[in-house]
């Protein structure tokens, strides 16, 4: 067995006596944890006609200022038609400003104006705090497991590229 974020091959493997109601409870309890965590802000989006798509948008143009298109839709894992739907409703709304490449004419550089990052600090205050929350009541090595759990889960490329980005790089 190969090793994994966050452990080797041996921690994995005294995992493995888990039952599969065990892991339906596991993935139930995603499901319902993650409609709690886009509660708050669905709420607020739907006052301004928005959807997880621009919320998604939002927050990785916020984490990575000027990111290409390109690379958000390589975050995103969407379709070029889907981003580019939702980009126009940020720019148009003037919550998102595109800029040409300074190097690369044909590439688009993403940046939150300042409406857009009000937005974002509101959507994000209330998921940190949420996570807060939920974190204080778990614990310090609860939050660590927890980490190393969604890590695991994430594919190869994708756990490098929010590597990356946590730690500070895009």
């Known amino acids: 067995?190969?090793?994994?974020?966050?452990?080797?091959?041996?921690?994995?493997?005294?995992?493995l006596f888990l039952t599969d109601e065990q892991l339906r409870k596991g993935i139930e309890a995603m499901f319902f944890a993650y409609k709690g965590f886009?509660?708050?802000?669905?709420?607020?989006?739907e006052t301004r006609g928005?959807?997880?798509?621009?919320?998604?948008?939002i927050h990785f143009i916020h984490r990575s200022h000027g990111t290409?298109?390109?690379?958000?839709?390589?975050?995103?894992?969407?379709?070029?038609?889907?981003?580019?739907?939702v980009l126009r409703t940020l720019i148009k709304d003037g919550l998102v400003e595109s800029r040409v490449g300074t190097r690369d004419k044909r590439e688009r550089h993403l940046y939150l104006t300042e409406t857009g990052q009000i937005l974002e600090q509101e959507l994000s205050d209330a998921q940190r705090a949420r996570m807060r929350?939920?974190?204080?009541?778990?614990?310090?090595?609860?939050?660590?497991?927890?980490?190393?759990?969604?890590?695991?889960?994430?594919?190869?490329?994708?756990?490098?590229?929010?590597?990356?980005?946590?730690?500070g790089g895009q």
């Open 133 to 167: 929350d939920a974190f204080r009541v778990a614990g310090p090595e609860a939050v660590a497991g927890f980490r190393t759990v969604l890590e695991a889960m994430m594919d190869g490329e994708m756990r490098r590229r929010y590597l990356r980005l946590t730690e």
């Open 1 to 15: 067995m190969a090793d994994g974020p966050g452990g080797g091959a041996q921690r994995g493997e005294t995992l």
């Open 68 to 85: 290409t298109v390109n690379n958000l839709l390589a975050i995103l894992g969407v379709t070029k038609q889907s981003l580019n739907r």
């Open 50 to 57: 928005y959807g997880r798509a621009h919320h998604r948008a």
């Open 38 to 45: 886009t509660a708050d802000p669905d709420r607020i989006l």
